[in-house]
């Protein structure tokens, strides 16, 4: 009864072991020394690579962490020198504005003595450059309203970055409406004409000035 069991199992036992060889036999890659040294040298080479990579990343992540903390410094220390520049303006000039040059051209209406006439009026074209250091309300008196009439306003503006050189070109200016610009306008405080701006940069202001002039009037 055993043997006859073991009879029917042998062929079983001998397919598998056929069907293992089989397998292995497939499984397997025949090569000889110098293609395997070939690829045993290209998987280091990928390997090193690898490394190559991996390494000039972090090289890459460490240049824009120190290019970061330069401009960091660059920037703070630039902040640092507006302030003391700020300061040292503020101490020259406390009211935080300084006029550069005042043109004036006059024509007189006289009339004759006998006319009757008490007084006579002088026209005058004056043009004031004002320099605004900083970027702060800032008011600057340009005519007194009880003794002469202005009219024929024009206020232009050249920014902060524009050299004083430059104050001559026309181009260079921007023109402001002192009526409808919310950042410059022409005020009337304390019986004075003023412009009250909050830009920094230079200022050209022109007007016509009207006032009486007496004719007994003795210098």
């Known amino acids: 009864m055993v043997f006859f069991t073991s009879v029917l199992l042998l062929p079983f036992f001998v397919g598998m072991a056929t069907v293992t060889t089989a397998e292995m036999i497939k499984s397997e890659v025949k090569m000889n020394l110098e293609e395997f040294q070939e690829i045993f040298s290209s998987a280091r080479l990928n390997e090193a690579e690898l490394r190559v990579i991996e390494q000039k990343k972090r090289h890459e992540a460490e240049h824009q962490r120190k290019i970061k903390e330069l401009d960091e410094v660059i920037l703070q220390s630039k902040k640092n020198a507006d ?4 300061a040292d303006h503020l101490a ?11 043109k004036a051209d006059g024509v007189f209406n006289a009339s004759s003595l006998d006319s009757g006439v008490e007084g006579d009026v002088a026209s005058f074209d004056i043009e004031l450059m004002i320099r605004v ?11 007194n309203t ?9 206020v232009s503006w050249m920014p902060e970055e524009g050299s004083i050189a430059k104050t001559s070109n026309d181009s ?5 409406d002192p009526v409808k610009d919310l950042e410059t306008m022409l005020l009337i ?5 003023v412009m009250a701006t909050n ?16 004719k007994d009037r003795k210098l």
Do not use: Y
């Open 133 to 143: 250091m900083s970027s702060k309300w800032t008011t600057i008196p340009i005519a």
């Open 83 to 86: 302030k003391d520049r700020a």
């Open 189 to 193: 405080k304390d019986e004075q004409r």
């Open 146 to 154: 009880t003794s002469m009439v202005a009219s024929d306003w024009k």
């Open 199 to 214: 830009r920094s940069g230079i200022f050209r202001v022109h007007f016509t000035a009207h006032t009486r002039v007496r």
């Open 172 to 176: 260079a200016f921007v023109i402001l």
């Open 92 to 102: 020259l000039f406390p009211d935080n504005f300084k006029v550069l040059t005042q």
